[in-house]
């Protein structure tokens, strides 16, 4: 796993390259909850997918199993919140590997 730097605001657009690829991701607040747009060498991968603690950014395991994917961590059942983002939340890349490891 590699930690992602998130910081504490609302709205914002990150960028990193891991194995090759470019991963480009904009997380934003929504009403109730936060949400993320992912594209990955310029290709949209998705967007507005809602954003759960301790579970998978790309909902769909054979997203993930291909390029990696992506973890927010969360403190005992707390939603995701960008005021904690540099506190006790945060974004991890998961690779290829590690996601087959978990045979999901």
């Known amino acids: 796993m590699r930690l992602i ?3 504490a605001t609302a709205n914002q657009q990150l ?14 607040q ?5 949400i993320a747009d992912v594209s990955i060498n310029e290709v949209v991968i998705i967007s507005g997918v809602r ?12 997203i993930g199993i291909e390029q990696g994917n992506l973890m927010l961590t969360v403190e005992q059942d707390a939603l995701p919140d960008w005021q904690q983002f540099t506190a006790t939340q945060r974004l ?13």
């Open 5 to 7: 730097p998130l910081q």
């Open 51 to 62: 954003i759960m603690g301790d579970d998978f950014v790309l909902p769909y395991p054979y």
């Open 30 to 34: 929504a009403v109730t909850s936060m």
């Open 15 to 28: 960028s990193f390259t891991q194995d090759g690829n470019r991963w480009v991701v904009t997380i934003k």
């Open 92 to 104: 991890y890349y998961w690779t290829p590997d590690e996601m087959r490891g978990l045979n999901v």
